[in-house]
Nanobody, 114 residues
Framework: EVQLVESGGELVQPGGSLRLSCATSGFTFDDYGMSWVRQAPGKGLEWVGSINWDGVTTAYAESLKVRFTISRDNAKNTLYLQMNKLESGDTAVYYC???????WGQGTQVTVSS
């Protein structure tokens, strides 16, 4: 059974930082690039960024690349998203995904508010 389980989302003040994790199982993690996607309240899905299978290559949405960093630990089958200098506009449900296989997690809520 394929599982992607995000964690780490919480309420954080503007300017704060969070690290999200995505623990995976049921597929060969290091065979695939992985992505983070978010959905803000009342809006559609927004691609955050992606990382290739070995973590060497990353790509980000232009508006996020300065503040967000994606990494992975293939030994732990886990994907990460480091988010710094959070803004209210970052409030969203964050999903990790293996887009090639169309595997998605259930999402973790990040709320940025004072």
């Amino acid at each position: 059974e394929v599982q992607l389980v995000e964690s780490g989302g919480e309420l954080v003040q503007p300017g704060g930082s969070l690290r999200l994790s995505c623990a995976t199982s049921g597929f060969t993690f290091d065979d695939y690039g992985m992505s983070w996607v978010r959905q803000a309240p009342g809006k559609g899905l927004e691609w955050v960024g992606s990382i290739n299978w070995d973590g060497v290559t990353t790509a980000y949405a232009e508006s996020l690349k300065v503040r967000f960093t994606i990494s992975r630990d293939n030994a732990k089958n886990t994907l990460y998203l480091q988010m710094n200098k959070l803004e209210s506009g970052d409030t969203a449900v964050y999903y990790c995904a293996n887009m090639k296989s169309d595997y998605w997690g259930q999402g973790t809520q990040v709320t940025v508010s004072s």
